[in-house]
């Protein structure tokens, strides 16, 4: 059997059987465990849902089409790029810089108080990472672009939370002196969740390989939008991507937007969306434990969460995080003059700076954090 055939499928649970603990070890152990995909599907989520998701990756394609004085004042260079607006900061495998994704970088800890923009600074003044306050786009702007964020992500990480508690059941039964509720705990205290709001956009003629590869390993493994990495938090949890061909629908702003008061504004229209991608071949794809390339969809009405290197150091390696890419669609399979651009969201659970993750050892999520920050040089 080829070692890129799709023959997993990933592990769907309901929402409410996170709720009533209805979610057996065996199944956690499927999900994430040392023969897993390492990501979880959870169906049946709360009725608004599905507009949150839709409204938000919309507003994700009128963001990436601001005019660029407007993007560049989103930005926030001393926390590299990891508040507000990032473009062409990362690198690819080639060394040149990523210009085929943007990125808007949003600071949870309003989940914990409404009031909060970013984790203090007083304990951690050199880490802008995560202490810079959110840069939002103004209102007048966006109109809504803000409180639907804020929504969506606390929707997810509520969902987190609900998954976290599972994890905590199962390791509280399998690994020695493993804190009761301990993740659960994490995700719903951490002022450090971070989510990634991201624009993948249409891909131009020439930017990525069109010819027909020699195999279907090649073909899994053309990590040409975004490449192969493993998430450095707990659980990440992820919405369906959404494709929108910007030329039958343009981004573009009303032009009543700039000049309508504040308080009389009303949220952007949701872009008209394809079915899929216009490339079956493109999407997100996960090198699964047994060595395999497998592609993942998530279905529009559901959340995935994938694990992360915190948890696998947490759980002592019993959860591993899951090396994953995305791939962007064959130019050659473009449909004439289309332009279709992904967006999609993450929101990276994540413990509070000062929590300790490693206790043989005495590690800080922040020591581990500024690791990965270098890491990846940042």
Same mark, same amino acid.
């Given at each position: 059997? +080829?070692?890129? &055939?799709?023959?997993?499928?990933?592990?769907?649970?309901?929402?409410?059987?996170?709720? &009533?603990?209805?979610?057996?070890?065996?199944?956690?152990? +499927?999900?994430?465990?040392?023969?897993?995909?390492?990501?979880?599907?959870?169906?049946?989520?709360?009725?608004?849902?599905?507009?949150?998701?839709?409204?938000?990756?919309?507003?994700?394609?009128?963001?990436?089409?601001?005019?660029?004085?407007? @993007?560049? +004042?989103?930005?926030?260079?001393?926390?590299?790029?990891?508040?507000?607006?990032?473009?062409?900061?990362? =690198?690819?495998?080639?060394?040149?810089?990523?210009? @085929?994704?943007?990125?808007?970088?949003?600071?949870?800890?309003?989940?914990?108080?409404? /009031?909060?923009?970013?984790?203090?600074?007083?304990?951690?003044?050199?880490?802008?990472?995560?202490?810079?306050?959110?840069?939002?786009?103004?209102?007048?702007?966006?109109?809504?672009?803000?409180?639907?964020?804020?929504?969506?992500?606390?929707?997810?990480? /509520?969902?987190?939370?609900?998954?976290?508690?599972?994890? /905590?059941?199962?390791?509280?039964? %399998?690994?020695?002196?493993?804190?009761?509720?301990?993740?659960?705990?994490?995700? #719903?205290?951490?002022?450090?969740? #971070?989510?990634?709001? @991201?624009?993948?956009?249409?891909?131009?003629?020439?930017?990525?390989?069109?010819? #027909?590869?020699?195999?279907?390993?090649?073909?899994?493994?053309? /990590?040409?939008?975004?490449?192969?990495?493993?998430?450095?938090?707990?659980?990440?949890?992820?919405?369906?991507?959404?494709?929108?061909?910007?030329?039958?629908?343009?981004?573009?702003?009303?032009? =009543?937007?700039?000049? =309508?008061?504040?308080?009389? #504004?009303?949220?952007?229209?949701?872009?008209?969306?394809?079915?899929?991608?216009?490339?079956?071949?493109?999407?997100?794809?996960?090198?699964?434990?047994?060595?395999?390339?497998?592609?993942?969809?998530?279905?529009?009405?559901?959340?995935?969460?994938?694990?992360?290197?915190?948890?696998?150091?947490?759980?002592?390696?019993?959860?591993?995080?899951?090396?994953?890419?995305?791939?962007?669609?064959?130019?050659?399979?473009?449909?004439?003059?289309?332009?279709?651009?992904?967006?999609?969201?993450?929101?990276?659970? &994540?413990? %509070?700076?000062?929590?300790?993750?490693?206790?043989?050892?005495?590690?800080?999520?922040?020591?581990?954090?500024?690791?990965?920050?270098?890491?990846?040089? &940042?």
């Amino acid at each position: 059997m +080829s070692s890129t &055939q799709r023959s997993q499928e990933a592990v769907t649970v309901t929402l409410n059987d996170l709720k &009533q603990n209805n979610i057996s070890f065996e199944t956690l152990d +499927s999900a994430f465990g040392p023969s897993s995909l390492g990501i979880l599907i959870v169906h049946d989520l709360p009725p608004d849902f599905i507009d949150l998701r839709m409204r938000l990756l919309s507003y994700a394609s009128y963001l990436a089409n601001l005019p660029p004085d407007e @993007l560049d +004042s989103l930005t926030c260079p001393s926390s590299k790029y990891l508040v507000g607006w990032s473009h062409g900061v990362e =690198t690819l495998k080639s060394n040149h810089p990523d210009t @085929l994704k943007g990125s808007f970088y949003v600071n949870c800890a309003f989940y914990h108080s409404p /009031d909060l923009q970013s984790a203090p600074a007083s304990s951690h003044p050199n880490f802008p990472e995560y202490t810079a306050p959110n840069i939002w786009p103004p209102e007048h702007l966006l109109p809504g672009f803000r409180a639907t964020f804020e929504e969506l992500c606390a929707l997810i990480i /509520d969902t987190a939370a609900l998954v976290a508690r599972a994890c /905590d059941r199962y390791a509280s039964a %399998n690994i020695e002196g493993y804190e009761e509720g301990y993740l659960e705990r994490v995700v #719903k205290t951490s002022l450090t969740t #971070k989510a990634r709001l @991201l624009h993948y956009f249409p891909p131009e003629p020439g930017i990525a390989s069109s010819a #027909k590869p020699s195999s279907l390993q090649s073909e899994a493994d053309n /990590d040409s939008w975004c490449a192969t990495h493993v998430d450095h938090g707990c659980l990440t949890g992820l919405t369906s991507a959404l494709y929108i061909n910007e030329s039958a629908s343009p981004p573009l702003l009303p032009c =009543t937007t700039v000049n =309508t008061p504040p308080e009389s #504004k009303t949220l952007l229209s949701p872009l008209a969306t394809l079915p899929s991608s216009p490339d079956p071949l493109a999407g997100l794809y996960i090198h699964s434990r047994n060595s395999r390339t497998t592609k993942v969809t998530i279905p529009p009405d559901c959340l995935a969460f994938q694990t992360g290197e915190t948890l696998e150091i947490i759980t002592q390696g019993r959860f591993r995080a899951v090396p994953h890419f995305v791939r962007g669609p064959r130019p050659s399979m473009s449909n004439g003059d289309a332009k279709v651009a992904r967006n999609t969201l993450a929101v990276f659970t &994540q413990p %509070n700076l000062e929590e300790i993750i490693d206790r043989d050892v005495g590690t800080t999520f922040a020591e581990f954090a500024r690791g990965v920050v270098r890491r990846h040089g &940042q």
